[in-house]
Nanobody, 117 residues
């Protein structure tokens, strides 16, 4: 059974940094493109960063230059380093495979990121 466990969120002031971690089990992690998604109150979940098995990355424009996604296949773990955080980054952050579809892995509990101004 697939399990995704996110951690590392918290409350930080604008301009601060956080590092999120996602531990995956039950999937062939090393062959999957993985991504970090976020969902702010009243908004749809959006993909903010993704990384292929070979390490190629993609970012949504709003986080380019501030967020860095990485992975350690041997640990089945994907990370999101978030720098220069802004209040609009406030959301629950999730990891999952990319692209995700209804038959994809269930979502984990996510980790809350709150950025105060």
């Amino acid at each position: 059974q697939v399990r995704l466990v996110e951690s590392g969120g918290g409350l930080v002031q604008a301009g601060g940094s956080l590092r999120l971690s996602c531990a995956a089990s039950g999937i062939f992690f090393s062959i999957n493109r993985m991504g970090w998604f976020r969902q702010a109150p009243g908004k749809q979940r959006e993909l903010v960063a993704s990384i292929t098995s070979g390490g190629s990355t993609n970012y949504v424009d709003s986080v380019k230059g501030r967020f860095t996604i990485s992975r350690v296949n041997a640990r089945n773990t994907v990370y999101l380093q978030m720098d220069s955080l802004k209040p609009e980054d406030t959301a629950v952050y999730y990891c999952n495979v990319v692209p995700w579809g209804p038959s994809g892995p269930s979502w984990g509990q996510g980790t809350q990121v709150t950025v105060s101004s």
